[in-house]
C-alpha cells in the first residue's frame, strides 16, 4: 500500500473533519451533477489529500473520460495511478498528458503523488521525452 502523500500527512484533526465534511458535500453535488468538472476535480483532490487513492483514481478515470484532450486531467490521472501502484498505466497517462501540451516540468519533477513512479525503471521513458520536450523549446 502506498504511503500518503505529503500533503495529506500534514492534516491534523480540525482539518480532516472539515475536509470530510466538504468531501460529504461535494460527493451531493456530484451524484446530482455527474459531469460537473469542477466538482469532480474537487472531489478527486480532496480524496487524495484524505488518503482515500482508490476513490480519487475513480474521480480521475471519470474525468478523463470527460475531458480525453485535457492535460491536466491525465496528469492528475498519473498521479493516482502511481498512488495506488499502478506504474505501467500512470506512465501511459503521463506520456498523453505531455503529447496533450502539460508543460509544468518543475511540478512534475517535485509532485509527492508521483514520487514512487520516479523511482520506476519505467520512468527513464518521461525522462527521455521530457529531455526531447526542453530541447524543442529551446
Known sequence: MPKPSNEQKKLNAT????????ISFIEGVVRRAPEDIEALQILG???????RFEEGLGVDET???LRPDDSLVHFNLACSLALTGQFERAIHSLNQALDLGYRDFKWLAKDPDLETLRKHPL?????????SLRDETR
Not at 483532490?45 to 488518503?51: F, P
Open 15 to 22: 482539518e480532516q473533519r472539515n475536509l470530510d465534511v466538504e
Open 123 to 131: 520512468y527513464k521513458q518521461i525522462r527521455a521525452k521530457l529531455r
Open 45 to 51: 483532490d480532496d480524496y487524495t489529500r484524505r488518503g
Open 63 to 65: 474525468l478523463a473520460k
